[in-house]
């Protein structure tokens, strides 16, 4: 039991959420999280707990990938040491973007979203890292709570966000390329990592790395196995496309009630676009080739 819960908490550490959690809900240690131990078989505070440190983990992989797409000014692409002076993704809002536009608009039936949530919860165990100081001195009765409170999760008949499935592959991928991301500045893996180190990290989903794939696979129940290598090789490209898409579109200023802008897009700063003035492209129609107007069959 011991041995199991000790792969569990590996699981736990390197995707990410083990270290999320004691970032949201306070220091490592017996007192550290929530009492969840006093109530053992009450899973309904480990669940609701989690839900939120879940949220608050892809929030901050997408921050990581926007900043590594679109760098910046901001903390993310300082971290990564790639910066530029002019705003970049982060304050396009592009974050925000990434989540709605995954979750909401990514082609991926809604059955397959939790076999592969629940694969990532079952599989991914590659070789023992070293837990950091900061979460080694978590009780296992927490991890096993928190491991319980995933199958649950990841299980029952609501629809887990894809944007979450999507993060944790990344930050999976971020401790594998290095080990050393599992603790430090932000919540996620990911977004700890240097620019070339996230190089790396991203071409093992787009390639569909063999062990990532066969990790995942081995836990995926039937129809679905053998099926993730080509969901990551779709989200390795559409992941780039999402943050340009986002950052250069008018999301982060548009107000949805209004139908108005509610200021200038850092896209339109980007890209020089100005709307009220001389736009390369308008007003040069200069008619139809070799006179034709029309197509007859």
Same mark, same amino acid.
């Given at each position: 039991?011991?041995?199991?819960?000790?792969?569990?908490?590996?699981?736990?550490?390197?995707? !990410?959420?083990?270290?999320?959690?004691?970032?949201?809900?306070?220091?490592?240690?017996?007192? !550290?999280?929530?009492?969840?131990?006093?109530?053992?078989?009450?899973?309904?505070?480990?669940?609701?707990?989690?839900?939120?440190?879940?949220?608050?983990?892809?929030?901050?992989?997408?921050?990581?990938?926007?900043?590594?797409?679109?760098?910046?000014?901001?903390?993310?692409?300082?971290?990564?040491?790639?910066?530029?002076?002019?705003?970049?993704?982060?304050?396009?809002?592009?974050?925000?973007?990434?989540?709605?536009?995954?979750?909401?608009?990514?082609?991926?039936?809604?059955?397959?979203?939790?076999? =592969?949530?629940?694969?990532?919860?079952?599989?991914?165990?590659?070789?023992?890292?070293?837990?950091?100081?900061? &979460?080694?001195?978590?009780?296992?009765?927490?991890?096993?709570?928190?491991?319980?409170?995933?199958?649950?999760?990841?299980?029952?008949?609501?629809?887990?966000?894809?944007?979450?499935?999507?993060?944790?592959?990344?930050?999976?991928?971020?401790?594998?390329?290095?080990? &050393?991301?599992?603790?430090?500045?932000?919540?996620?893996?990911?977004?700890?990592?240097?620019?070339?180190?996230?190089?790396?990290?991203?071409?093992?989903?787009?390639?569909?790395?063999?062990? &990532?794939?066969?990790?995942?696979? !081995?836990?995926?129940?039937?129809?679905?196995?053998?099926?993730?290598?080509?969901?990551?090789?779709?989200?390795?490209?559409? &992941?780039?496309?999402?943050?340009?898409?986002?950052?250069?579109?008018? =999301?982060?200023?548009?107000?949805?009630?209004?139908?108005?802008?509610? %200021?200038?897009?850092?896209?339109?700063?980007?890209?020089?676009?100005?709307?009220?003035?001389?736009?390369? %492209?308008?007003?040069?129609?200069? %008619?139809?080739?070799?006179?034709?107007?029309?197509?007859?069959?």
């Amino acid at each position: 039991m011991a041995d199991s819960l000790l792969t569990r908490r590996d699981f736990l550490v390197k995707s !990410g959420i083990l270290g999320a959690l004691v970032a949201v809900y306070g220091a490592a240690g017996p007192g !550290g999280i929530p009492a969840w131990a006093q109530t053992p078989d009450d899973l309904a505070p480990v669940i609701a707990a989690l839900r939120t440190t879940l949220q608050e983990l892809a929030r901050d992989t997408y921050s990581g990938l926007v900043a590594f797409v679109v760098p910046g000014p901001d903390p993310y692409s300082v971290a990564q040491g790639v910066t530029t002076p002019k705003p970049g993704g982060i304050a396009a809002r592009n974050v925000d973007f990434m989540v709605a536009a995954i979750d909401d608009f990514v082609p991926l039936p809604d059955r397959n979203t939790n076999a =592969y949530g629940f694969a990532l919860s079952e599989g991914l165990r590659t070789a023992p890292i070293p837990i950091p100081a900061e &979460l080694a001195g978590i009780p296992l009765m927490v991890t096993e709570q928190l491991d319980e409170a995933i199958r649950a999760y990841t299980e029952n008949d609501q629809v887990l966000p894809l944007s979450l499935v999507f993060a944790l592959a990344m930050n999976q991928a971020a401790v594998a390329v290095n080990p &050393l991301a599992v603790s430090g500045a932000f919540l996620s893996p990911f977004a700890r990592l240097t620019y070339d180190e996230k190089l790396q990290a991203m071409a093992m989903i787009e390639g569909a790395n063999a062990d &990532l794939v066969a990790t995942i696979d !081995g836990a995926l129940p039937e129809p679905e196995t053998e099926s993730i290598s080509g969901i990551l090789r779709f989200v390795g490209g559409a &992941l780039y496309e999402f943050v340009a898409f986002g950052t250069f579109s008018e =999301y982060g200023v548009f107000d949805p009630a209004t139908r108005k802008l509610t %200021g200038r897009p850092v896209g339109w700063a980007m890209s020089g676009y100005q709307p009220n003035g001389p736009v390369e %492209g308008w007003d040069e129609f200069k %008619g139809y080739f070799q006179g034709r107007k029309q197509v007859s069959g």
